[in-house]
């Protein structure tokens, strides 16, 4: 076993819980969840060497995560692309226990809130992850969080 | 109850992560690995011909970061290490499902021991290792009977080492009338030559009686007698394993996308589950497979395994007659319900494909496969297929490996490369046909997109 390996191996175990608890939030399911996490982990050891930026390592494996996640909800034809930020009316995600609300915001909505909230990851390292302004997120995230009810650190 | 209240139980909820998280890692870098030592690669679900034994090679990395003991027979965590990419064996060795054999030999400077055996009533699974002067390098092996005929009839591969480590063997069994033998030889042969270069071939003797001119027959051996080092071992089986099963009968028909298909029954063994199945004969279609799946009162689910045999296809080689799935044998479920939730078939006059190397082109080209590249270099024709990932990560046999000319003559592809692009939804299948001028060919199809159901049929087996 080589330096870069053992590397590797410590990263990814430090990280393996939290790319679980992502994929089970946006693909709703054990098995597609382990599947996911086992898919990127493949995929990230393979194209390590493409990593140009080591300390942007979380970043990089989570985005190779959410893409996973994605295909496979188009090979599920659930998925529902983002394209216009719909109006709810708030009694809809109100009368809603916490985790359906959560499942019927909008694809990006949900992304933001499972990243920040439910797996602790920076403002920075959201927008770096699903490629958008920092302000975007941060407007989005308060968007969701309205949505959803949750007084929560927007940090 | 308040709402942030509820967020926070929420994530308590999500801290619980799933045991088998902790083979992800090294089943991963296992993956990566066993790719890089074999320049073809293929994943995919392995469709045999309905051949009587089927060898399939896993070739297991170690992830542990201390290498076995020069002298030792491994200790039992490197065995669960070593079988953590199939959940159902991973059990099996969790519930003491195994023999502990730790015979080792040694030939001068290269030892090779074979640690352990795992053996139930449709599969042996060997695991040894190789202490060699080299990081890595090449062994071929041979399976005997009493009686000295192979019984590992037909597939042989020439498959790679790396020097400490545990690698595996599995036979599986796909006939139920052939039983697991009492006693028989393995015999290993060990290639140390500092100058090894990964590489793969595939042999084959057993295809039907029409020569096969398209196989290649010598295996990847170098001059390099002074390399090799031979071993003979002489394993035994234990009866209280080699007879292990649990049988379900079903023998119900049911109808799919107008297809008669009669279930028959479930085989369940410490190692796999076995669905058994036949296609009626006046179908308008071959059933080449079925998308099934089982779970039990506990909500767990059993899927087709991520290596070695997924399914068989009945004596012509057209519809499926078994399917396999992980083993719930080491589980306390009292029920286990079948789930078929879609279906892959190709109408019957649409099966065969005619080259017309004119228009670049094969005729019946199905859904979701088209024909990326088509030449001719001194009468050799070269195609590639493309084909589309219906799942993330999967790749599959768009056509057989057996193609036909004008008389019926019988060839085979003996090898072809599969190529993926990880961020593509497609892969590619390159095949090579050599006297190209002297027939007209045709190739069987293997593949159809899949007709999923609205509504899964659920059927209780147990």
């Known amino acids: ?155 | 109850m308040n709402r942030n209240n509820e967020f926070q139980e929420l994530k308590k909820e999500l801290e619980e992560t799933p045991f088998e998280l902790e083979y992800s890692i090294s089943k991963a870098i296992s993956r990566v690995k066993k790719q890089k030592r074999y320049d073809l690669f293929w994943k995919t679900p392995l469709i045999t011909l309905g051949s009587v034994l089927i060898i399939f090679i896993s070739a297991v990395n170690l992830f542990p970061k201390v290498a076995l003991a020069m002298s030792d027979v491994p200790l039992l965590k490197y065995l669960i290490i070593a079988v953590s990419f199939d959940p159902s064996l991973r059990l099996a060795v969790e519930h003491d499902y195994y023999q502990v054999l730790g015979e080792r030999q040694t030939q001068g400077d290269v030892s090779a021991t074979v640690d352990y055996m795992i053996v139930d009533a449709g599969r042996i699974s060997l695991f040894f290792h190789v202490d060699a002067p080299v990081k890595e390098g090449i062994y071929s092996f041979e399976l005997l009977n009493d009686d000295g005929t192979p019984f590992s009839a037909g597939i042989f591969y020439d498959t790679g080492y790396v020097s400490g480590e545990l690698e595996s063997i599995t036979i599986e069994f796909l006939e139920k009338a052939v039983t697991i033998p009492t006693d028989f030889t393995f015999h290993l042969t060990v290639n140390s030559d500092p100058n090894f270069k990964s590489s793969m071939e595939v042999s084959s003797d057993q295809i039907s009686p029409a020569p096969s001119q398209n196989s290649p027959v010598s295996n990847s051996t170098q001059d390099t007698a002074e390399f090799e080092h031979s071993f003979t071992f002489r394993i035994h089986t234990d009866q209280s394993f080699r007879q292990t099963v649990a049988t379900y009968p079903i023998n119900q028909y049911v109808t799919i996308s107008n297809q008669k298909i009669y279930l028959e029954q479930l085989d369940i063994y410490p190692t796999k589950t076995g669905l058994s199945l036949s296609c009626d004969k006046d179908n308008g279609a071959v059933v080449y497979n079925l998308n099934v799946y089982f779970k039990d009162e506990n909500g767990k689910l059993y899927k087709n395994p991520t290596n070695g045999v997924t399914a068989t296809l009945d004596s012509e080689a057209n519809n499926i007659n078994s399917i396999y799935f992980a083993s719930s044998y080491f589980s306390t479920s009292k029920h286990i319900t079948m789930y078929i939730t879609g279906i892959n078939i190709i109408p019957k006059e649409k099966l065969y494909g005619e080259i017309d190397y004119e228009h670049k082109t094969i005729t019946n080209l199905p859904e979701n496969i088209m024909i990326d590249t088509m030449t001719l270099k001194d009468d050799t024709l070269t195609f590639t297929l493309k084909g589309y990932r219906e799942k993330a990560s999967n790749a599959y046999e768009m056509i057989h490996s057996r193609y036909w000319d004008e008389t019926d003559q019988l060839y085979s592809f003996g090898s072809w490369s599969t190529g993926v692009n990880d961020s593509s939804d497609y892969f590619t299948s390159t095949y090579k046909i050599p006297d190209f001028s002297k027939h007209q060919y045709r190739i069987k199809w293997g593949y159809a997109p899949t007709i999923h159901l609205d509504t899964p049929i659920e059927i209780q087996v147990k």
Request: aromatic share 8%; with cysteine.
């Open chain 1, 1 to 155: 076993m080589n330096r870069s390996e053992d590397k590797f191996i410590i990263q990814m175990d430090a990280m393996k819980q939290q790319l679980y608890r992502i994929a089970f939030l946006y693909l709703k399911n054990e098995s597609s969840a382990l599947e996911a996490v086992d898919e990127t982990i493949y995929l990230s050891y393979k194209n390590l060497k493409k990593l140009r930026e080591p300390q942007f390592f979380k970043t990089w494996v989570t985005r190779i995560l959410i893409n996973v996640c994605k295909k496979e909800l188009r090979h599920k034809k659930k998925e529902e692309l983002l394209e216009v930020l719909p109006e709810q009316g708030h009694e809809d995600y109100d009368s809603l226990p916490l985790k359906e609300a959560i499942s019927k915001l909008p694809g990006e909505l949900q992304l933001i809130i499972n990243l920040r909230y439910f797996n602790d990851y920076t403002l920075a390292e959201t927008a770096k992850i699903l490629k958008l302004p920092q302000g975007t997120v941060a407007t989005r995230q308060r968007k969701a969080l309205s949505l959803l009810r949750l007084e929560l650190e927007v940090e």
